[in-house]
């Protein structure tokens, strides 16, 4: 089994075999045109970006448009001001937390126009070695991770969020949890209240009708304004029911992934995560999202495939097998293949730790792999 020929992430567009005529005449004009992204308005926008602010749009319109002017009149005030806090409080850190670039500092002293690098595997094992990106060619913080979206390194990279169409790292963390928390703060009132106009339209419609302008339409109960007071629209009971229904689907909805979301980083930024004490305590408040998947990764993937693939030489091809002689072991004792010599240690078939930033094992691992002969 070749284990330095297994497929890894793709942090970037590879190329794993180079020549000298590929060398020479570069990357091709596909790749001469991507550059790496600064922030959330960096082209292209993400589907999923595009969806939360539609969805904005469609709460604050329904919300301050259609739903809190059918309120009694005097909670209209509170309803409008509490609301309307919460809706540019988000919108405020929304904001920010897309515009911001969340690289790392020496990234963000190089220029973004360059075109986009091409990782050459056969030159590197890992884009980051010794805190050092190979694809950004800065030195790095050891927290830092290449974005493959973004195709740079995140100072405390946490994730890439599709709905920002930006990552989030050290610098915006803060900034994305006050906006999942407005989001599902705002969502969750403007569903409460689509449900209050809902049931009270059935129970007793009047006291959705306080306004001044049903003054002159009393007694056609099947006229309803929209847009009040600014600038009301005359519709039928149906649409006011429709809108209010398809608000608590959506509404419903997102308080439930928002708030899943937001319990998550609560979660991960708390003791309870930790199934045995925590042998540093003055870290378990820092746990990222990424920190989070690669602890809860299968161990076979998390510690054996990433340590084979990181004591793989550069041009190793694949694993000489040599044969090592062994005897058979003696009734009662263990599983472990001893040499011939009996005076020498137990052979351990398990890599050595490394230190952060050293370099990997190397061809250390030929050594690790054989056939016993009894």
């Avoid at 708030?259 to 540093?280: A, D, M, N, V």
């Avoid at 550069?314 to 009662?332: A, D, E, N, T």
């Amino acid at each position: 089994m070749n284990i330095c020929n297994k497929p890894s992430n793709k942090t970037a567009p590879e190329k794993s075999v180079w020549t000298a005529p590929s060398q020479a005449s570069g990357p091709s004009p596909e790749l001469q045109g991507q550059r790496s992204r600064r922030n959330g308005w960096s082209w292209p926008p993400h589907p999923l970006q595009i969806v939360a602010w539609l969805l904005y749009l469609f709460f604050a319109v329904i919300g301050f448009g259609v739903l809190v002017p059918l309120l009694p009149h005097n909670w209209v005030p509170a309803g409008y001001a509490c609301m309307g806090a919460i809706f540019a409080g988000h919108l405020v850190v929304h904001l920010t937390a897309v515009s911001i670039d969340p690289a790392d500092a020496n990234v963000r002293d190089k220029s973004y126009a360059g075109p986009l690098p091409i990782f050459n595997r056969s030159q590197h094992a890992h884009v980051i070695e010794d805190l050092h990106c190979n694809l950004c060619d800065v030195d790095v913080s050891a927290r830092s991770k290449h974005c493959s979206a973004c195709n740079k390194c995140v100072c405390g990279f946490d994730h890439h969020c599709k709905w920002l169409n930006n990552c989030v790292g050290e610098r915006n963390y803060w900034l994305f949890l006050h906006s999942v928390a407005s989001a599902l703060l705002g969502v969750l009132l403007l569903v409460l209240v689509a449900i209050y106009v809902f049931v009270e339209f059935f129970v007793n419609p009047m006291r959705l009708r306080t306004n001044h302008h049903f003054e002159v339409v009393k007694n056609h109960t099947d006229v309803w304004f929209v847009f009040l007071p600014a600038a009301p629209v005359e519709t039928q009971a149906p649409a006011i029911l429709a809108l209010a229904a398809l608000l608590i689907i959506l509404g419903s909805l997102s308080t439930a992934l928002l708030g899943h979301l937001l319990c998550f980083h609560i979660y991960l930024r708390s003791p309870f995560h930790c199934t045995e004490p925590c042998p540093h305590p003055s870290v378990w408040h820092k746990l990222t999202t990424y920190e989070y998947v690669v602890q809860h990764r299968p161990p076979q993937e998390a510690r054996g495939a990433h340590r084979q693939l990181e004591s793989c030489p550069p041009k190793m091809r694949s694993i000489q097998f040599l044969p090592i002689p062994c005897h058979q072991r003696p009734r009662g004792a263990s599983t472990t293949l001893f040499p011939r010599d009996s005076h020498s240690a137990p052979w351990d078939p398990t890599p050595e730790k490394e230190e952060a930033g050293a370099p990997g094992p190397g061809p250390r691992l030929q050594l690790f792999v054989g056939f016993c002969q009894r």
